[in-house]
C-alpha cells in the first residue's frame, strides 16, 4: 500500500509542471493527502495539503499564489499543478496520506509514503 507520485521532470523559471499522486491498494478519497518535497541538503517540507471532502486547502507560504492542490477520488488520484516555478522549488517531491485526521492540515500521522518524483527547475 503506498502512494506514487509522478510527473516531475527539467523544467525553466517560470514554466509549470502538473504532479500526480495515485494510490494503489487503498481508497485514496479516505484521507487528506499532502504533498511534500526535500531538497539536498535540506528538511522535508509541507507544500499542500488538501482534506478529504470538504474541499479544504492549506499551501506553504512560498507556494501560495502558485502551487493549487485539487483531487479527483472518481480516478483515485490528487493532482498538484506547479505554475511560475522557481529554481528554489527544485527538490523530490512525494505525496502522503494523513491518517488521524481528514481536514487539510500539517498535523497527524502522515504514511504511505511512496518514491517520489523529481522536480528541477534550472535554464
Known amino acids: 500500500v503506498q502512494l506514487q507520485a509522478s510527473g516531475g521532470g527539467l523544467v525553466q523559471p517560470g514554466g509549470f509542471l502538473r504532479l500526480s499522486c495515485a494510490a494503489s491498494g487503498f481508497t485514496l478519497g479516505d484521507y487528506a493527502i499532502g504533498w511534500f518535497r526535500q531538497a539536498p541538503g535540506k528538511e522535508r517540507e509541507g507544500v499542500a495539503c488538501?482534506?478529504?471532502?470538504?474541499?479544504?486547502?492549506i499551501y506553504a507560504d512560498s507556494v501560495k499564489g502558485r502551487f493549487t492542490i485539487s483531487r479527483d477520488n472518481a480516478k483515485n488520484t490528487v493532482y498538484l499543478q506547479m505554475n511560475s516555478l522557481k529554481p528554489e522549488d527544485t527538490a523530490a517531491y512525494y505525496c502522503a496520506a494523513n491518517i488521524e485526521r481528514t481536514i487539510a492540515t500539517w498535523r497527524g500521522t502522515w504514511q504511505y509514503w511512496g518514491p517520489g518524483t523529481q522536480v528541477t527547475v534550472s535554464s
Open positions: 488538501i482534506g478529504r471532502s470538504d474541499g479544504s486547502t
